[in-house]
């Protein structure tokens, strides 16, 4: 990590602050649940724009047809081209009350 300062002593570092928000994606195959990352500054939205190919997910639920978990992960890389929608379960900000 590095970390520099500028003549009027603004800090800039690679670190990248985010949100964490929970998120229901459904890919063309299957439903997701888990966390996504947002920088503090964006929506939902902005991060989807993003010209990546795969949106990282954390705390993963498969689900299945009938809504029970398939099978869980600490993380999964959904490529983007597969998301037909992403539905927040929390506006940004705003702490999980379940």
Do not use: C
């Not at 299957?30 to 503090?40: A, E, T, W």
């Not at 989807?48 to 978990?69: K, S």
């Amino acid at each position: 990590m590095t970390i520099e300062y500028d003549e009027k002593g603004k800090i800039y570092t690679d670190i990248i602050s985010k949100v964490s928000i929970s998120v229901t994606v459904q890919t063309t195959t299957h439903m997701l649940r888990g966390q996504m990352h947002v920088r503090r500054d964006q929506r939902v939205k902005d991060e989807l724009d993003l010209d990546e190919n795969f949106l990282a997910l954390t705390d993963v639920h498969v689900l299945g047809p009938d809504g029970q978990t398939l099978f869980q992960s600490p993380f999964l890389a959904v490529r983007r081209t597969h998301i037909v929608w992403v539905m927040p379960e929390q506006k940004p900000g705003e702490e999980d009350r379940s």
